[in-house]
């Protein structure tokens, strides 16, 4: 017979009351359905809509809210800024909803949760102005989370990264960490965007400023990043924009088995140049959509 793994406490750091060690997140407290946000108050609009509450938690930039939308039992969660988070945020999720945290040993039969994040980007296309839902239906990591998995490989685009880096020329630093090219999930993709939403390729990186090819006072390592980010072509499809967790978010769900998706609203466009700062009314929109359709 094979025996469990068993997660030691140091590794599963779970609280005194239950709760999974950041989110603070108990197991029974998590839904199937779960909406990733980056801003904490992105929460509060989102559910906002639910028809019921059961639970609120604020902990660090990390606040869960779960309730029901429509007969849908669902959990926001924000996550902050950046794929460090979603690292935090990805496994701790799953822990609770795969993890017997009483005997700290993998359940039997995986739960498999259906992820989607509502967030805002750059967008890096003319057909992506300001105001555009873009449903990720592939994220390119320059955020290099990725690499420290076995199984990277596996779930990745190996031809798109090879792809893009020959287009980028990119060599020595600027490959490291290696970029990973990963899909979303086809059916939630299908149910998300439906025929009303750009879909496209996404770029998350570690950072707003340079990494998304952002010039203010220090100069850029490849001045020319963006203009060739723009121009990259694979089997039809284009980057249309740049955001910071979509990556992490599609890699840990390839790696754990989970369903995951990111659609973004634009409120820059690269291209243009041109930035929408009053967007907190419009995203309504976007989470209303998302609501619906999870
Ligand atoms: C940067 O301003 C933040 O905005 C985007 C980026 O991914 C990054 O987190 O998403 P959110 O609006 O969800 O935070
Ligand atoms: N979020 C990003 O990461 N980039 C942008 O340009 C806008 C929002």
């Known amino acids: 017979m094979q025996t469990k ?19 603070h997140v108990r197991p029974e407290q998590l839904a199937d359905k779960v909406i990733l946000v980056g801003d904490p108050g992105r ?20 606040h869960t809210i779960t309730g029901t939308y429509q007969g849908k039992r669902i959990t926001v969660v924000s996550t902050g800024i950046g794929c460090d988070n979603i690292d935090i945020v990805l496994n701790e999720l799953d822990a609770l909803a795969n993890i017997d ?27 992506t102005p300001a105001g555009t839902f873009i449903c990720s239906e592939i994220s390119i990591g320059f955020d290099g989370l990725l690499n420290f998995y076995e199984g990277r ?8 990264e090879r792809a893009l ?22 059916e939630l993709v299908e149910r998300i965007a439906r025929n009303d939403m750009v879909r496209g390729i996404t770029v998350a990186c570690g950072g ?6 952002r010039r203010l006072r220090i100069p850029l390592a490849d001045p020319r990043q963006n203009e060739k980010i723009e121009s990259f072509e694979y089997k039809g499809q284009h980057i249309t924009n740049y955001e910071m967790e979509s990556s992490a978010i599609a890699g840990l769900s390839l790696l754990l088995g989970h369903k995951a ?29 998302v609501l619906e359709r999870i």
């Open 43 to 62: 929460v509060n609009l989102v559910a906002s809509h639910f028809d019921t509450k059961e639970c609120d938690i604020q902990s660090r930039e990390f």
């Open 153 to 160: 490989n596996a779930v990745s685009d190996l031809p798109l």
């Open 5 to 23: 793994t068993y997660f030691p406490p140091s590794e599963l750091i779970i609280n005194e009351d239950g709760s999974v060690f950041h989110l």
């Open 261 to 289: 998706t990111t659609v973004c609203m634009v409120i820059a466009n690269r291209v243009k140049q041109e930035a929408n700062t009053g967007y907190k009314n419009q995203i309504d929109d976007l989470i209303r959509v």
């Open 208 to 213: 707003f400023f340079g990494p998304q090819g």
């Open 101 to 127: 945290f009483g005997t700290r040993e993998e359940k039997d039969s995986l739960r498999q949760l259906e992820l989607v994040r509502i967030g805002t980007c750059g967008g890096l296309q003319p057909y």
């Open 165 to 186: 880096l020959n287009h980028l020329g990119w060599t020595g630093n600027l490959c490291s960490p290696t970029p990973y090219a990963v899909h979303a999930n086809h």
